[in-house]
């Protein structure tokens, strides 16, 4: 649909971009949605849909597509083209139902159609569509009786609904989308003028207000005088002499019906029945053993002239077979098999077409091969346009593996998957892609080449939180252009990029997912019909689940306020053991959809047109994905369903032949694989494969190959044909009861079916029950409000979820509300392979969430090679590097992204060949990825060079080495110090830490002082680190300057390029204070977060010894600081802290000892012990695995009691002693040495600076709570706040 040009009909909706962005941000207190005319609209983040608009003439498809009505009569259909014609009018309603405001509304535009219909019979239509939700005797009896109570003394006269409005049943959605495309607001109409051009497009008084009753009658009564104002314009264009005869309603027709039944209906005049018809032919060609030989039907005709709810009598009965037909036996048909099929022939292979696969769960062939990884993608060629495309869906790692280029030389794969996979491809088991081609639908609202998956789980965010149930199935556009990949930071994925899938949709309403199919119809505007296996359903049974994505919300959006999600709790399902597929398909012609059972054995068939609404699902089930009207969750029954096999073996995988005539059975365990027809039942053949765990299944569209997936080998598998059939099989269909059928379907249209059960009636009742509780009252999702959907909304308390901790199994923190708040890195969501906290970086590398948008990782680089300058370094978030802040550390996988066409390698010096790395023997990349992890086995130097292919180069600087190589396994617990230095003699590069390298033993640890020689200031005078260190050992006897300790407790200034203080527009020097020096400077000021951490490198101790038994408490062993906090006795921790460590070294001129690497653990040193962390402690026994200090200050006396118990939680207390007021800590009543933050990182300062400032000064930061730790500065400070501090 071309997309039209903005065309505003209001003041309200040409507001500037400045107020309409405050707007947003208003909370709605009464508002059900956003309400706007804009046209074409805007979506949640800011982008234009396509739309009709004021002077748009819709397309022929939209004006020729008929629609059933439903009332007044139920017999006929309408086109908006039986409508066109000079002079007259059309008027289209879009209103939801249920008690909110559009009904309100509804009974205005009902009154309104009777009275311009009574007045103009030939000019006017008013158009109602009723969407799904409801029934079309319930809805339009509400809105007909509402006109009473808004026009008492008109409707005397106009009766609405006697022939205005046209109700038509809309349960397709297709004229809202036609006409009101999300996300314009509603009620909302559109008219028509004679020559179907959009004349008007405009949202009614009660839009936006959220139910009936906020609506008041003055309200909608203002849309009366809208309506009749455009309306009668358009009238009085034609002049009276020259419009249309009034001789009666515009003719419309409906050709499923007798012509008899056209007219208009009445109460007087009931359902007319015809004769009974002969029996047909039986339906199959022969009797097997079990005495089946199918059905017989006869029909009649009925013409429903009721206009009063009720149902007509039936026009067709069914019976099983009573006439006389032969044995199969005796006709040669060898029943029930074997027989040759031909994607089996009489021989075969089966055998592996692609490996390596983590637990593939299902398989797919992608309709357009190419269309996602093009010819080059994160550094590597596919061959597009070559061989056929199978995606394989991974449930061990949750992602999908595209092979491209099957079956020929180029053949590869390729994984991918969401960067929130731990939400939106969790275990996913089954897939499925839209393969419609030249559907007729609009090219941008057709969803060819989009595709579903289903994820078999609760939603416990990889069993890190309780099962919530807010699960459903994920939909992807594979076209990789507009935002559906991109890469961690969300901006789109480049050739070099590493790219994730970004969703464009889901749902929510069926967690514990086992299958998938999509559904061929072209009814629907969008394509995006999906049927699902919910093996959860009502916690006894599984259920059929259709769901209808609608218009997709698109990617980067969190708008789940459009779509129809149906339920079908008659269909009961049973899933079968964790992790087996249930395979679905969707007969494109006989519109059958068929679905495995594994738990039952079955295979089901179901009309996917059959059954009919029967009421809201919401107060049944009520998680579900959003509250406004424009979502449907509904409840269907009376569904044609019938057990097509049974006696199976946990029945898996399914597949349609290419022809569709038959249907392919994967017994799970058994690894046998079943042909059926289709059309009769009949088993035809079965094979074995030899496989013990087989899934999904597919068919190839080019080969008409069979292909499969097995979970315990991580295999594709493909069964190909080896001597052809020497004849086609014997169908064991009648012909001539299909020709029964095919002319009873074109004499009585969808009034006919052979299973239908004519006697099923829908439970309207609606239970005061629920099988599950909303887990979504307060996270945003299921928001009645659609501005915390998404960024658009902005909401400001989604930043606050940055600071949350409660990360915990139980804990109140909802994790999908960290996916609504624009949240893809958090310390509470999980990883897998050596990810934390949500993001995919590579193992080691520390993520930092771009809210909205994506995730960037501190060791992910990109190497631009295109600069003019040479080579240049960035990070991920596209900022160029300072190598001289850049150190690599040991045992971290880089990813360095070669941006441009040359070649780059790495190398050990600036001469040297480059390095041999796994999967990488030459060391080098070109336009891709370049994968480097630094260990001790490659012998490297101070340094690590990058070389581009043209010549430049980058150096790089390397961390500590502070890993030990395996073989250095055994030295430190050699007992004698000569034999550990005999070892070092040979290894001493290879084994730092048992070897005793200095650098591993640090006493400033990691802390470097970055740029030394740079010019900053400070108390009024030029500083550099250098200096300031100098300054630490001037003084004889290598003591410090006077000025050195207030320098380094003093705000750091920074300078400009040219080494003078930065200024602002007058000139004025720029006060920073969110910095003192010794953060810029800590080894030289000797930082406490320096010189008090614990050292991470794990070492070995000597043996301790009972000084008063001489005997051996315990011997030399492995100990880490963090051991240090869970030795329960004071005594005995004291004992381990005063051992020598085992590592061998020249370098100290005395044995270290444990409190050296341990200062914090140990407390030996009071002004390390007595300072709270401010790093995330570990609590591993509990559920939420981390806390820190500041937590405490949340928690009532009972509980900060117990986790400031040396013996409840020893880490805890040992790691917090200001905030759990150790006595040993307040005691000693002296200043912190440590940097003080407030007011959220803006102020930095000393306890000398707060001595040094005013009495307001002194006042504030004495009294404030410090950021990072929550305890006022008093707590920090107590010399200087001793006079400060407020009562």
């Known amino acids: 649909m071309a997309l039209s040009a903005h065309h505003p009909t209001r003041a309200a909706s040409a507001l500037s971009p400045l107020t309409s962005f405050f707007l947003l941000l208003l909370p709605h207190l009464t508002l059900g949605q956003f309400c706007t005319e804009t046209c074409p609209p805007l979506n949640d983040v800011g982008r234009p849909i396509s739309s009709l608009c004021a002077g748009d003439v819709p397309p022929a498809a939209v004006l020729t597509r008929r629609h059933r009505v439903c009332r007044p009569g139920r017999s006929r259909t309408v086109a908006l083209e039986d409508f066109r014609g000079a002079g007259r009018v059309t008027v289209l309603a879009n209103v939801y139902v249920g008690c909110n405001a559009g009904r309100r509304e509804a009974a205005v535009f009902a009154h309104v159609g009777q009275r311009y219909y009574d007045a103009h019979p030939d000019r006017v239509a008013f158009v109602n569509s009723l969407k799904g939700g409801t029934d079309c005797d319930k809805w339009p009896g509400l809105y007909e009786r509402d006109t009473v109570r808004l026009y008492p003394e008109e409707s005397k006269d106009v009766k609405s609904g006697t022939n205005m409005p046209l109700v038509v049943d809309d349960d397709a959605f297709t004229m809202r989308d036609d006409f009101f495309t999300t996300p314009f607001g509603h009620p909302s109409y559109v008219v ?63 050709p499923a019906v007798p012509a008899e039944s056209t007219g208009a209906p009445s109460a007087a005049s009931p359902c007319e029945t015809g004769a009974w018809s002969a029996w047909s032919p039986c339906s199959l060609v022969c009797r097997d053993a079990d005495g089946d030989a199918g059905v017989q039907f006869r029909t009649r005709t009925v013409t429903d002239r009721r206009a009063v709810a009720g149902r007509c009598p039936k026009v067709s009965t069914v019976r099983e077979c009573r006439e006389e037909v032969p044995a199969c036996d005796a006709t040669g048909y060898e029943a029930p098999g074997p027989q040759c099929v031909p994607e089996f022939g009489t021989s075969r292979t089966v055998a592996a077409a692609s490996g390596g696969f983590d637990d593939p769960r299902d398989v797919a062939f992608h309709p357009a091969p190419g269309t996602h990884l093009g010819a080059y993608s994160e550094g590597r ?65 057709d969803s060819f080449g989009y595709w579903a998956v289903c994820n078999d789980n609760l939603n416990t965010y990889l069993d890190t939180k309780e099962p919530n149930y807010f699960m459903g199935p994920t939909l992807y556009n594979s076209d990789p252009s507009g935002g559906n990949t991109v890469n961690g930071a969300g901006r789109p994925c480049g050739p070099a990029d590493e790219c994730f899938l970004l969703h464009s949709d889901m749902l929510h309403e069926a967690p514990g997912c086992i299958g998938i199919a999509h559904d061929p119809e072209t009814a629907t505007a969008f394509g995006n019909v999906y049927w699902a296996f919910d093996s959860t359903g009502d916690r006894v049974d599984g259920q059929l689940v259709r769901f209808d994505f609608q218009q997709p919300h698109g990617p980067g959006s969190m708008d789940h306020s459009v779509a129809s999600v149906r339920r079908y709790p008659e269909v009961k399902l049973k899933r079968g053991p964790p992790g087996v597929h249930a395979g679905m398909v969707v007969h494109p012609t006989r519109r059958e959809l068929f679905v495995a059972v594994p738990g039952a054995g079955t295979v089901l068939a179901m009309g996917v047109d059959s059954g009919a609404f029967a009421r809201t699902a919401r107060a049944e089930y009520p998680i579900f994905s959003n509250r406004l009207p424009s979502f449907e ?102 012909p001539a009861f299909a020709a029964a059928v095919r002319d009873a379907t074109a004499g009585l249209g969808d009034g006919f079916s052979l299973r239908r059960d004519a006697d099923c009636a829908v439970d309207r009742t609606v239970p005061d029950f629920s099988l599950f509780e909303q887990v979504h009252a307060t996270t945003g999702y299921a928001s009645n409000d659609t501005d915390v959907q998404g960024p658009a909304g902005m909401d400001a308390d989604a930043y606050l979820l940055a600071n949350r901790t409660d990360c915990g199994r139980n804990s109140d923190l909802n994790f999908d509300a960290l996916l609504l708040g624009g949240f893809y890195c958090h310390q509470c969501l999980p990883g897998t392979g050596g990810h934390e906290n949500g993001a995919t970086c590579a193992p080691g590398g520390t993520c930092t969430n771009v809210q909205w948008e994506g995730f960037t990782c501190d060791n992910h680089f990109v190497v631009d090679v295109t600069w003019s300058g040479g080579v240049r370094l960035l990070s991920s978030n596209g900022t160029v590097v300072d190598l001289e802040d850049l150190r690599l550390q040991y045992l971290v996988t880089y990813r360095f992204t070669v941006q441009g066409d040359a070649d780059l390698s790495v190398h050990r010096t600036g001469e040297e060949l480059p390095l041999s790395l796994p999967g990488n023997d030459c060391g080098c990349a070109e336009k891709g990825p370049l994968l480097f992890t630094p260990t001790p086995e490659l012998r490297l130097g101070e340094h690590v060079y990058l070389w581009a292919s043209g010549g430049d180069m980058l150096r790089l600087q390397l961390g500590s080495i502070c890993v030990d190589a395996p073989a250095c396994a055994g030295i430190s617990f050699l007992a004698k110090k000569e034999d550990r230095e005999e070892r070092c003699r040979s290894m001493e590069q290879d084994c730092p830490v048992a070897c005793g390298h200095a650098k591993c033993y640090n006493f400033v640890r990691s802390c470097r002082d970055e740029n030394r020689k740079e010019l900053f200031g400070s108390l009024g005078m030029d500083q550099t680190c250098a200096w300031v260190d100098w300054m630490r050992t001037s003084m004889p006897g290598g003591l410090p300057n006077a000025w050195y300790r207030r320098i380094c407790l003093s705000n750091h200034q920074p300078y400009d390029d040219n080494s003078q203080p930065a200024v602002d527009e007058d000139g004025t020097a720029i006060k920073v204070y969110d910095m003192l020096v010794q953060e810029r400077c800590p080894v030289a000021c000797l930082n406490r977060e320096c010189t008090c951490a614990d050292n991470e490198v794990p070492f070995v101790t000597v043996s301790s010894i009972n000084s008063e038994t001489e005997t051996e408490i315990e011997g030399i062993r492995a100990r880490t600081c963090a051991d240090l906090f869970n030795i329960a006795s004071w005594e005995y921790r004291n004992v381990v802290c005063s051992l020598d460590i085992h590592a061998v070294t020249s370098q100290f001129p005395v044995p270290l000892k444990v409190h050296d690497m341990c200062p914090t653990a140990c407390g030996f040193r009071p002004e390390c012990f007595c300072r709270d962390s401010k790093a995330d402690i570990p609590t591993p026994s509990k559920k939420q695995k981390t806390r820190r200090c500041k937590d405490a200050a949340y928690y009532p006396e009972s509980g900060r009691n117990y986790w400031c118990n040396e013996m409840e939680q020893p880490t805890f207390a040992r790691s917090c002693p200001i905030q759990c007021q150790n006595a040993y800590c307040t005691s000693r009543n002296v200043d912190s040495l440590d940097t003080v933050s407030f007011n959220g990182g803006k102020l930095h300062t000393s306890c000398w600076l707060m001595s040094e400032g005013n009495a307001a000064y002194k006042s504030y930061c004495c009294n404030a709570m410090e950021d990072d730790l929550m305890v006022t500065g008093g707590a920090l400070c107590p010399v200087t706040c001793a006079d400060h501090m407020n009562e």
């Open 633 to 734: 969750y509904s409840i269907w029954e009376c569904a044609e369903t019938r057990v097509f096999a049974a006696g199976l073996a946990t029945p898996s995988g399914l597949a349609l032949s290419a022809d569709g005539e038959r249907l392919f059975v994967a017994e799970h365990a058994t690894g046998v694989l079943h042909t059926f027809e289709v059309a009769s039942g009949a088993l035809l053949a079965t094979v074995e494969t030899g496989r013990q765990s087989v899934g999904g299944m597919a068919v190839s569209e080019v080969s008409g190959r069979l292909h499969f997936v097995d979970g315990k080998t991580g295999t594709l598998n493909v069964v190909a044909a080896g001597t052809p059939c020497p004849a086609p099989y014997v169908s064991r269909v009648s």
């Open 192 to 254: 028509l003028d004679g020559e179907l051009t959009v004349r008007h497009k405009f949202t009614g008084p009660c839009c936006g207000i959220e139910d009936y009753y906020s609506c008041s009658n003055d309200d909608a009564l203002a849309l009366d005088a809208t309506i009749s104002g455009y309306v009668d314009a358009i009238l009085a264009e034609t002049p009276a002499e020259t419009a249309p005869a009034e001789t009666g309603a515009p003719s419309v027709g409906s």
């Open 381 to 445: 060629e596919y061959p597009a346009d070559k061989g056929e495309e199978a995606w394989v869906l991974n449930g061990g790692n949750h992602s999908v593996s595209i092979v491209a280029g099957m079956g020929t030389k180029g053949q590869t794969t390729m994984s991918r998957r969401d960067r929130g996979y731990y939400h939106y491809m969790i275990e996913a088991t089954a897939l499925a892609f839209n393969s419609v081609r030249n559907s007729g639908r609009e090219a941008d609202r």
